[in-house]
Structure formats: C-alpha cells, structure tokens
C-alpha cells in the first residue's frame, strides 16, 4: 500500500500563488505515476497535471503555463506551483499514486478569492 500526505492548500488573492506538497511513503517502489487531481463543489473530479517515474508530465488545458508539477525521487515527494491562480481553480485537491492501484490523498482545500 501507499501512503498520502497533502499540505500547501490555503486562501489566495486571484494572481497570488501556492504551493502543494503530497509525500508518498509505504510501497513506493511500485509507484509509476503521481499528481493532482481537483474537485470543485457540484463538479467530477478532474485531472490536474501529472507526473511519471521517467518524468513525463501531462496538463490539464486550463492550467498549462500557470501550474508545474515536480517531484523530488529523494523524499518521495511530489509538488504543485500553482501561479497566477484563478478563482476558478477553487476546489479540493487530492493528490494521487498509481501503481496497480491507485491510491489518494486526503485533500486540501485550495479556495482563490476574485
């Protein structure tokens, strides 16, 4: 199993920035991918960006040129820049593991006031 650890979420002024941290801890050696996914009230839950063990990454549209996505091999950890925040970036973000199963964090509110 892995085990999921989210910080960094908070309220923000719209053009402000924060920072996610999701630290992975338990079977990480069978992790092949992490990254974010969000969900905002009355809306599916939608992926975010993503990163693999070779260190592709992947966007979502709405977040392509603001958001980076980066993780450190050394502590497990994987993090979200999120710049030039938006008030529709407004949502809890899950951080995610995928191996042969995937596994999510807990959940941080990220709330970006207009």
């Known amino acids: 199993q892995v085990q999921l650890v989210e910080s960094g979420g908070g309220l923000v002024q719209a053009g402000g920035s924060l920072r996610l941290s999701c630290a992975a801890s338990?079977?990480?050696?069978?992790?092949?991918?992490m990254g974010w996914y969000r969900q905002a009230p009355g809306q599916q839950r939608e992926l975010v960006a993503s990163?693999?063990?070779?260190?592709?990454?992947n966007y979502a549209d709405s977040v392509k040129g603001r958001f980076t996505i980066s993780r450190d091999n050394a502590k497990n950890t994987v993090y979200l820049q999120m710049n030039t925040l938006k008030p529709e970036d407004t949502a809890v973000y899950y951080c995610?593991?995928?191996?042969?199963?995937?596994?999510w964090g807990q959940g941080t509110q990220v709330t970006v006031s207009s």
């Open positions: 338990g079977s990480i050696f069978s992790i092949v991918a």
């Open positions: 990163v693999t063990r070779g260190a592709s990454t």
């Open positions: 995610f593991s995928k191996s042969g199963t995937v596994y």
